[in-house]
């Protein structure tokens, strides 16, 4: 009976470290030799864990836009600068230097932002994702 619950215990205690390992996912999808900065209006924030999203509408060099979705930091290593969901808001123009998708697609991983205020947000603090 007691090897029973030594090992339910053990295999409950493994399952609850495991758990936060594998609830982060990596940035592999982002190539880190194709950094670019994209000049752009945004067109929507969303503030949720595990990391905040950006979306901007950027002019291509047709003069279309094109609509650009941008992994940012957690809410909560936004929160540390003392930034809220308020800090960018739809038709503010930004600036953003960016690590873009591997498969050619608008979306990118940010490494620095540009706010409109001239403010520039260079990665979270304790960032050990390589996209600062």
């Known amino acids: 009976m ?3 619950t030594v090992t339910i215990v053990v295999g409950i205690a493994l399952i609850a470290v ?3 390992i594998v609830a982060h996912h990596s940035i592999a999808e982002y190539d880190n030799t194709k950094q670019v900065i994209i000049k752009g209006v945004v067109t ?5 864990n595990p990391h905040v999203h950006i979306y901007l509408d950027v002019p291509d060099s047709a003069h279309r836009h094109v609509h650009w979705s ?3 930091w957690s809410p909560g290593q936004l929160a540390v600068r003392g930034l809220t969901n308020t800090f960018i808001r739809p038709g503010d ?6 690590y873009s998708a591997k498969d050619g697609s608008a979306k990118a991983v940010v490494r620095s ?5 001239g403010q520039v947000l260079d990665g979270p603090p304790g960032d050990s994702t390589g996209a600062k």
């Open 70 to 72: 941008l992994e940012t």
């Open 93 to 98: 123009h930004v600036s953003v230097d960016v």
């Open 2 to 4: 007691k090897i029973a």
């Open 44 to 48: 929507s924030l969303d503030w949720r």
């Open 113 to 117: 932002f540009t706010l409109p205020d």
């Open 18 to 20: 495991a758990s936060p």
